[in-house]
């Protein structure tokens, strides 16, 4: 089985910075894509960024300029650097991973992961 496990959410000023971390454990062959997002209250969840295993990056356009995303793939790990934070900011972040070929020679699965989300709450 696969779990992702995230770590680095908490309370910060408007224009601090948190870094979010992500850590996929099992037995894992590759992870296609590795993402985070978010959903707010009485929101939908939505795309904050996202990472191929080639190092392609995709950035929701509220964040882009603010987040930067990055990859250990020897790791299995995702870390979302977030700079200049708004209260906007203020939501569950959640870690995705997409794709994911995982279990034993003679049984392969592949499918997607989500952690069980951090919360990050920037003040105003």
């Known amino acids: 089985q696969v779990q992702l496990v995230e770590s680095g959410g908490g309370l910060v000023q408007a224009g601090g910075s948190l870094r979010l971390s992500c850590a996929a454990s099992?037995?894992?062959?590759?992870?296609?894509?590795m993402g985070w997002y978010r959903q707010a209250p009485g929101k939908q969840r939505e795309l904050v960024a996202a990472?191929?295993?080639?190092?392609?990056?995709n950035y929701g356009d509220s964040v882009k300029g603010r987040f930067t995303i990055s990859r250990d793939n020897a790791k299995n790990t995702v870390y979302l650097q977030m700079n200049s934070l708004k209260p906007e900011d203020t939501a569950v972040y959640y870690c995705?991973?997409?794709?994911?070929?995982?279990?034993?020679?003679?049984?392969?699965?592949?499918?997607?992961?989500w952690g069980q989300g951090t919360r990050v709450t920037v003040s105003s």
């Open positions: 995705n991973a997409g794709g994911v070929r995982s279990g034993s020679y003679y049984a392969v699965s592949v499918r997607d992961y």
């Open positions: 099992g037995s894992i062959f590759s992870i296609n894509v």
């Open positions: 990472i191929t295993t080639g190092g392609s990056t």
